[in-house]
T-cell receptor, first 115, second 114 residues
């Protein structure tokens, strides 16, 4: 299994509070991603990073920000959580050029409930 | 936006049977397709992939077929086992600057009965 650790694995919070999810990898992969998974929507890309301090928006980026100060860590922040952000969040990593395009390695997920 | 979808949300088979999971895609620019398996409480796991210049690719007990004419993708699992029970997602990637930016279908639940 790819060395990806997400924390926390479970979190319950209240509307309006800030939340930060952490993804830590030990594979030294260049690319890191945050997806959310909701019933009826599958997995949708929130933000991704193609290097330290290099990030870009995905399909559903509104209400989320990310930071990557080190290769191994990719943080997802909800500045003011809303109930619509209740979801399971998956971090993923992929190798740089030369690997199979699109083969993402996923973490175990972080279940967030916003009351 | 364009998305990937599935024909059948659930599939129930007997152990030993072959399973076929279907997927329709709409982005004609996609040049790379992937199947993922997700077991309960876990993240998706890569199964097999195929590039748009191919129409068939085989792995261990799995085969992916790509029909670009009708924008259809399928995953065939031979001799299905109870351990194959999971949610299966197809995903597409337009390649190039879209590296790693996958668009996922909604998933098909496969249940294998002993």
């Amino acid at each position: 299994d790819a060395g990806i650790t997400q924390s926390p694995r479970h979190k319950v919070t209240e509307t309006g509070t800030p939340v930060t999810l952490r993804c830590h990898q030990t594979e030294n992969h260049r690319y890191m991603y945050w997806y959310r998974q909701d019933p009826g929507h599958g997995l949708r890309l929130i933000h991704y990073s193609y290097g330290v301090k290099d990030t870009d928006k995905g399909e559903v980026s509104d209400g989320y920000s990310v930071s990557r100060s080190k290769t191994e860590d990719f943080l997802l922040t909800l500045e003011s959580a809303t109930s619509s952000q209740t979801s399971v969040y998956f971090c993923a990593i992929s190798e740089s050029v030369g690997s199979r395009t699109g083969e993402l390695f996923f973490g175990e997920g972080s279940r967030l409930t916003v009351l | 936006g364009e998305s990937v979808g599935l024909h059948l949300p659930t599939l129930s088979v007997q152990e030993g049977d072959n399973s076929i999971i279907n997927c329709a895609y709409s982005n004609s620019a996609s040049d790379y397709f992937i199947w993922y398996k997700q077991e309960s409480g876990k993240g998706p796991q890569f199964i097999i992939d195929i590039r748009s210049n191919m129409d068939k690719r085989q792995g261990q007990r799995v085969t992916v077929l790509l029909n670009k004419t009708v924008k259809h993708l399928s995953l065939q699992i031979a001799a299905t086992q109870p351990g194959d029970s999971a949610v299966y997602f197809c995903a597409e990637n337009a390649g190039g600057t879209s590296y790693g930016k996958l668009t996922f279908g909604q998933g098909t639940i496969l249940t294998v009965h002993p």
